[in-house]
């Protein structure tokens, strides 16, 4: 039988897998779909549970697809997440997710008041925002002070489901990185002080580089999901990361554009930059560093007018190429879930500006594609006011495999984007990791370029105008919509 890899990603909406083989073939693919939480106005949770079942019901999906003997396992999840469980490893409350949840404003006042936004920068890379994981445990210590004395623990998806194949408790550098700020990215080991003071008794899990082997299968994983005993578990990163190594971006110029649920954006440095309110985390890989950017929604907002129009993506795609550059004169600003950089605001809020009867389903839904990418040309210009070269661009993601987001997005950046033959993304990269430990891959074998994505020159002018008036409107109505989150605030509590 053939070898191969076996890659899984735990991502925000869906959970994906892959089998390939050694010398780049993809082989199978499977899907398990799942929702978050929101239990109240900025908060964003999900049951672990279903991180690992899914692995498992995904791994036995693709066991059936095809006849083959798994050699290594690469996983891979969204990120950064605060899963708090006992001793052994026993969930004790929902995962806290990402930048998406933005209940921990008062926490992250609280301690960079007491470190100072200085210090974190320079020791951390990043400052501390709702991206971060400190401020998410010192919340659950306010507010759920049982949960805060029982837990012993942290976890995000994918050191969790490693956790469950190897028994191994290790967390990779970079993850660690963005659990600002307990973790010393000049020195890439925790910061013992700030561990205490906010994770108190939680055991620091062990450190290591997302392509080390953190273990091997264990007989109980073993019987649990079909895996042979005793191959190797890579350590697997957070899945923006993961992605840029599905298709190569992860040099120093390269810029990942990965299009998802939310828009992530990975700019890989030759040093250190740090750029609050971007993020500067240590790379996937010893020796590297990055700049990062990441928005609240994108995608988020397509599947939600999907919902509200009653319609599927290829009419509404359809309708909006048909709409036109500028959507009939519509202008939206994305932050429908507030916004994470550059403007760090959870209390942003998304407008449709510019609304006439006139205006169509695929009025809106162009507007909203082009919504995306100008807060894809605010976050790139952070990058540039930042020092980070912008030498190549790759888009990677759910959202390239039509071929008008992409389009919009380079025709309002000006910048071409590389595409390459597979887009499926992060578990295909945790994959490649996996096989690193077992063979030596080439990305030109397991995935090659396709082609790329040229802006259109006549289109600059307008959208050049367009993206003025769209950083104008942030602005303009900046005191409305916080005013409107207030009361949102003030409903989602009675």
Known sequence: MTDVVLGVDIGTSSSKGVLVSLDGALL??????????????????????????????????????ASVDVVAVGVSGMGPCTLLTDDAGEPLRPAILYGVDTRAGDQIARLTERYTATAVVERCGSAITSQAVGPKIAWVADHEPGVFASARRLFMPSSYVVWQLTGEYVLDHHSASQSVPLYDAGANAWHELWWDDIAGRIEPPRLAWSDDVAGTVSTAAA???????????????????????????????DLMLMYGTTMFLISTVAAPVSAPPLWGPVGAYAGTRSLAAGMATSGAITSWLKELFGSDYANLVAAADASGPGAGGLLMLPYFAGERTPVEDPDARGIIAGLTVSHTAGDVYR???????????HNIEAFVAAGAPIDRVVAVGGGVQGDLWTQIVSDVTGLRQELRTHSIGASLGSAFVAARAV????????NPVAGEVVPQPELAAAYDRLYSLYRELYS????????????QSTRSHR
């Open 28 to 65: 199978a693919t499977a899907t398990r779909h799942h929702d978050v939480q929101r239990p109240r106005r900025g908060h964003v949770e999900m049951d672990a549970r279903v991180w690992w079942q899914e692995f498992v019901a995904i791994h036995i999906e693709l066991r059936a697809a």
């Open 223 to 253: 019987e649990a999901t079909g895996l042979p005993e005793g191959i190797p578990v890579i350590t697997g990163t957070i899945d923006a990361w993961a992605e840029a190594i599905s298709v190569d971006a992860h040099n120093p110029g």
């Open 367 to 377: 507007a909203a594609l082009e919504a995306t990418a100008m807060g894809v040309r």
């Open 439 to 446: 063979a030596s891959p080439t990305f030109d074998d397991w």
């Open 476 to 487: 303009s109505t900046l005191n409305v919509t916080h005013a409107l989150a207030d009361i």
